[in-house]
């Protein structure tokens, strides 16, 4: 294409375009004259039919077109500040069997996440009551936000949207079918069960409560996120400058989170500092260290000095069954384990 460049290069000519394309894209309100107008401040004297040309090879519409040309995805990013993100998933209980059902809602900005409630039968009012106590909790800072992002579940009602209207938050309803419409709330749905619900065996609801609860606290506290720059939501403690020998890893909840604080065994220390049990080479029943090598603690020997392991009977599983010839001398009388004790007739099963 045929442009005007101050060094007369073709690369002065590709940094032109770049910048017809910056201002077009970055005020959709900008026309061919407007732009004309900017470039000439900035020193290029391009013509309103180059501007032209060089926009409809990039496949960008004419201001009027653009000014209603706005897909979702530039919706999202333009007013995340301003956004919440709301939702559903579900947790399958391993000792009840029941599902229970977490309503989560999610500050698109900060990537900050509040878990409002969890229950094994969601309906219209309990959610009503759950995004009150939501808005009451963000107090002040209610005032900044503008959109609820929610799916179109039954859950969300009609109720549920004039809560947000009376706090001057819009509610916005994705497409039907569409989860993707509602990026920010699946992506946490994503690391919650692949952090946590997918790792852990949840008892019951007053069970998931805590893991969430705590869950939560480690998200938003101390885990980084790559849309923050590797930063988490709200840090909880701030950047500290530790030798490798003061970081330790520590489990959260017993997953593969981590965390840089923690206690292990201090040198010379031959106690465990719970139960006051001897450790290491000073153990009960641990043999002398071989050169350059830890003591090894024998297993066989007892744990106590002069007290014997217990003995229990033998397993009729792991032994022939006996049979007393003289039946009639014996009445049988039943053992543990399915063994054979003193006057019996034959093993238990």
Request: proline share 9%; glycine share 8%; aromatic share 6%.
């Given at each position: 294409?045929?442009?005007?460049?101050?060094?007369?290069?073709?690369?002065?000519?590709?940094?032109?375009?770049?910048?017809?394309?910056?201002?077009?894209?970055?005020?959709?309100?900008?026309?061919?004259?407007?732009?004309?107008?900017?470039?000439?401040?900035?020193?290029?004297?391009?013509?309103?039919?180059?501007?032209?040309?060089?926009?409809?090879?990039?496949?960008?519409?004419?201001?009027?077109?653009?000014?209603?040309?706005?897909?979702?995805?530039?919706?999202?990013?333009?007013?995340?500040?301003?956004?919440?993100?709301?939702?559903?998933?579900?947790?399958?209980?391993?000792?009840?069997?029941?599902?229970?059902?977490?309503?989560?809602?999610?500050?698109?900005?900060?990537?900050?996440?509040?878990?409002?409630?969890?229950?094994?039968?969601?309906?219209?009012?309990?959610?009503?009551?759950?995004?009150?106590?939501?808005?009451?909790?963000?107090?002040?800072?209610?005032?900044?936000?503008?959109?609820?992002?929610?799916?179109?579940?039954?859950?969300?009602?009609?109720?549920?949207?004039?809560?947000?209207?009376?706090?001057?938050?819009?509610?916005?309803?994705?497409?039907?079918?569409?989860?993707?419409?509602?990026?920010?709330?699946?992506?946490?749905?994503?690391t919650a069960r692949a952090e946590v619900t997918?790792?852990?065996?949840?008892?019951?609801?007053?069970?998931?409560?805590?893991?969430?609860?705590?869950?939560?606290?480690?998200?938003?506290?101390?885990?980084?996120?790559?849309?923050?720059?590797?930063?988490?939501?709200?840090?909880?403690?701030?950047?500290?400058?530790?030798?490798?020998?003061?970081?330790?890893?520590?489990?959260?909840?017993?997953?593969?989170?981590?965390?840089?604080?923690?206690?292990?065994?201090?040198?010379?220390?031959?106690?465990?500092?719970?139960?006051?049990?001897?450790?290491?080479?000073?153990?009960?029943?641990?043999?002398?260290?071989?050169?350059?090598?830890?003591?090894?603690?024998?297993?066989?020997?007892?744990?106590?000095?002069?007290?014997?392991?217990?003995?229990?009977?033998?397993?009729?599983?792991?032994?022939?069954?006996?049979?007393?010839?003289?039946?009639?001398?014996?009445?049988?009388?039943?053992?543990?384990?399915?063994?054979?004790?003193?006057?019996?007739?034959?093993?238990?099963?």
């Amino acid at each position: 294409m045929d442009l005007p460049a101050p060094d007369g290069t073709a690369a002065g000519r590709a940094e032109i375009a770049a910048l017809i394309e910056r201002l077009a894209t970055e005020d959709n309100g900008w026309g061919y004259k407007r732009i004309q107008g900017e470039l000439l401040k900035l020193g290029h004297q391009v013509s309103a039919s180059t501007i032209r040309r060089v926009l409809k090879a990039l496949k960008i519409p004419p201001a009027p077109e653009r000014r209603t040309d706005t897909t979702w995805r530039k919706f999202l990013r333009a007013r995340a500040s301003t956004m919440l993100a709301a939702d559903f998933f579900r947790v399958e209980c391993a000792v009840s069997l029941q599902r229970l059902y977490c309503l989560f809602v999610m500050e698109a900005g900060s990537r900050y996440v509040h878990i409002p409630g969890v229950t094994a039968h969601p309906d219209g009012p309990w959610t009503v009551r759950q995004i009150r106590n939501l808005l009451m909790d963000l107090g002040d800072r209610a005032a900044d936000l503008r959109f609820l992002v929610r799916g179109r579940a039954g859950q969300f009602t009609a109720s549920f949207d004039a809560v947000l209207d009376g706090a001057g938050i819009e509610a916005v309803k994705i497409p039907p079918r569409s989860p993707r419409a509602n990026a920010f709330a699946e992506r946490f749905v994503l690391t919650a069960r692949a952090e946590v619900t997918d790792r852990m065996l949840i008892f019951g609801e007053r069970h998931l409560r805590l893991v969430l609860a705590q869950y939560a606290a480690h998200y938003n506290g101390r885990r980084p996120h790559r849309s923050r720059h590797l930063h988490p939501p709200r840090p909880d403690h701030p950047a500290a400058a530790l030798s490798p020998e003061q970081i330790q890893r520590r489990a959260v909840l017993g997953t593969s989170s981590t965390s840089t604080s923690g206690r292990h065994r201090i040198p010379g220390q031959h106690r465990w500092p719970s139960s006051g049990t001897p450790q290491g080479d000073h153990a009960v029943g641990a043999a002398a260290a071989p050169p350059g090598g830890p003591a090894v603690v024998r297993p066989s020997l007892p744990a106590v000095p002069g007290k014997p392991w217990p003995q229990r009977a033998p397993c009729s599983r792991q032994q022939p069954a006996a049979v007393i010839q003289d039946q009639s001398a014996v009445q049988p009388r039943a053992g543990r384990c399915g063994s054979l004790v003193p006057g019996t007739s034959a093993a238990i099963p």
